[in-house]
């Protein structure tokens, strides 16, 4: 990756190269022709979505109408089956199974590409068998999945070589090792036969064979190819995302056929893998929510996103908030908050968050004096708040509107005092610290001007437009549409012009970006499927109501526990999706709303991203930081340990989810800030412009508690205990507890 910044000792601090994509440790590196194919399919599989999506159609293009070519918009389910089909193409071309070879050095088991070679003619031969099928169907024969006949063809001529084909092709990637610039033989196999899956599915899903799935009358082939499609989605994600959720998973699928054996809530029917694989591949599983909204608002935002790097509009933001924010006390990592608020609105994921600005930040906060956990720690957990802040909220909130039906709007409204609370917290954590230090502010000359970035304040056009389109009506796809459109137009008025070149490397960058997303989603589909077919979900439910009879709030905090396990290691579209189908449920079943219980949820999801033992965010902040990763994921913990209040607060005061008169919405966002003041001195020991004594510590705890119960009695209570610790403060001066005053760094 390039230089995320410039510093000239007299110069000013610029951000430069925020916008571009980092390469990933597994990533390919192409050059010449290749790199000329690659991103021609990465561009084309990303301007698909965006024709299929505002329902244009290559006959209103060209005006002669081609019968081989579809129009769109497509049938839903094929849609969706060509999304994750192009994705598994793309992700196995880039991505690579294992660590590259060192360039020169000769690579090991050549023998094995030999293999993958000869398990190209499986996989072609089951491309064949389906495009055969799918001949047979289009010329009006009659599909029947229970003939002998037909069973015979699809389970000795389509799915067991099919199988065959996967299965090397996997074990052989995971074996054979090659260089940065070279596509492996077993990935080209790989994509095979996802094109073969592909082809198969659609064939049968475009009859009324789809009425059939999950039931003894689906055709065998449906449940064989759903088995190599679970595998190379899983295959894919362990690639671009690790372990954690290929473990979690593959826990869910042993569930499924060990189920019947397990006691208690747990126990489920004994299924047949041909019903659950027949069913998984369906709007039950693999294509359901999470495949909708990938296919169609994430990957629309990330074409949006992409436009927007091109225009350096990320560039700008971190800019932005150094001009900001940089002449505050600990700057840096005031600058981290502001900057990854901003980047937040269009970063997709937590870890990309802390990639792209911390980078910059994290270096400079350690130059000004954080230790090098802190500084970590800050960018983490204010990159972390990226995924609640509004209009994008990362992808979650996309889901969150597809699985209960909520509108966008509605949604993207609620979460905007959370997400003030969340970076208010942050900020309150982040200046205690620095006055503990003894921290001063970046010297103007190290800053950029105010005047200038205000001068270019035009570039958040596109932001605004597609707020302002959301909340006039329009679709979420139109709204979209449009910014992206805008943000082409602004980009006239910079020196980085998108003209028809930089367009096309737009929509390149946005087929790779979207790469991981959509496999983590497909993968997270695969266990929404498995809940959903075993019916674990309403028995978890079922706890949840046994819980609240002894404690509601017992029953809450064991829903967080469950939430933010799930969510560990996993980023958070994946996290949020998996819980919301196993935690939500219950939640609503205790009376508790449907957008506060999915909220309570979703935070859970977004902060497990910081919460140890396995924090991604974190993790990457620790890599750039050079800090210990525990003792990082831990200090984030502490920074952000408000944000494992708030959600509590959305059950007993719904006036933070914009659900109340104005007067009670104004008087529960203003208490909760001042709630999370409170708390944040109390954990920072830092109140009223020195430190703190232990006593004084506990009671502004217990007053912050108060203030963000949200009751008149008990907001009385907090502000009465403040003002009586601020009056001690004043007056006597305790001492502090463990005060620190010396600056330096790990």
Known sequence: MTDQHSSDPQG??????????????????????????????????????????????????????????????????????VHIAGALILGFTLYSARAFVEEGERPSRQWLDILAWAAMIPALYAI??????????????????????????EIYHYGLPLIAATTIGIVVGWLRGRERGQ????????????????????????????????????????SLAAVAGTALIMELTRRVAGLALIVISGIFLIYVFTGDMLPGFLNAPNIQWTRFFSQVYTDAGILGPTTAVSSTYIILFIIFAAFLQASKVGDYFVNFAFAAAGRARGGPAKVAIFASGLMGMINGTSAGNVVATGSLTIPLMKKVGYPARTAGAVEAAASTGGQIMPPIMGAGAFIMAEITGIPYTDIAIAAIIPAVLYFVSIYFMVDFEAAKLGMRGMNSDELPKLRDMVRRVFLFIPIIILIYALFMGYSVIRAGTLATAAAAVVSWLTPYRMGPRSIIKAFELAGIMSIQIIAVCACAGIIVGVISLTGVGARFSSVLLGLAEASQFLALFFAMCIAILLGMGMPTTAAYAVAASVVAP??????????????????????????????????????????????????????GISAFIVPFMFFYNGAILMDGTWFEVIR???????????????????????GAAWFMRLGLVFGALCMIAGGLVTDLIGVAVAAALFAIQWKFRPAADAQITVRGSD
């Not at 899903?205 to 689906?218: E, I, K, Q, V």
Request: glycine fraction near 10%; charged fraction near 10%; hydrophobic fraction near 50%.
């Open 128 to 153: 064949w068998t389906a495009w055969g099928i799918a001949s047979q169907i289009a010329s009006g024969v009659q599909w029947n999945g229970m003939s002998p006949e037909y069973k015979s063809l």
């Open 183 to 222: 596509v492996a033989v077993a990935d080209v196999l790989l994509s095979l036969c996802g094109i073969a899956v592909a082809i198969y599915l659609i064939t049968i899903y475009g009859t009324l064979m789809r009425n059939s799935t999950g039931t003894p009358f689906a055709p065998i082939g449906i």
């Open 12 to 81: 000013p601090i610029i951000a430069e190269g925020v916008d571009e994509e980092p390469i990933d440790g597994n990533q390919r590196v192409f050059a010449g022709r290749t790199y000329m194919i690659m991103a021609t399919m990465s561009a084309v599989y990303a301007f698909f979505h965006i024709a299929a999506l505002n329902g244009m159609s290559i006959q209103e293009w060209t005006g002669v109408r081609i019968p081989l070519l579809p129009t769109f918009p497509m049938e839903t389910w094929n849609f969706r089956i």
């Open 586 to 639: 219950g939640l609503v079943q205790l009376g508790i709303p449907q957008l506060t219980a999915h909220f309570f949820v979703f935070y859970f999801a977004v902060v497990s991203a910081i919460t140890p033992p396995v924090a991604l965010a974190s993790y990457a902040a620790a890599g750039i930081s050079g800090a210990n990763p525990m003792e990082t994921s831990v200090a984030s913990f502490k920074i």
């Open 668 to 690: 529960a966002g203003i208490t909760a800030v001042f709630g999370v003041y409170l708390l944040s001195s109390g954990v920072q020991g830092w109140f009223a412009g020195s």
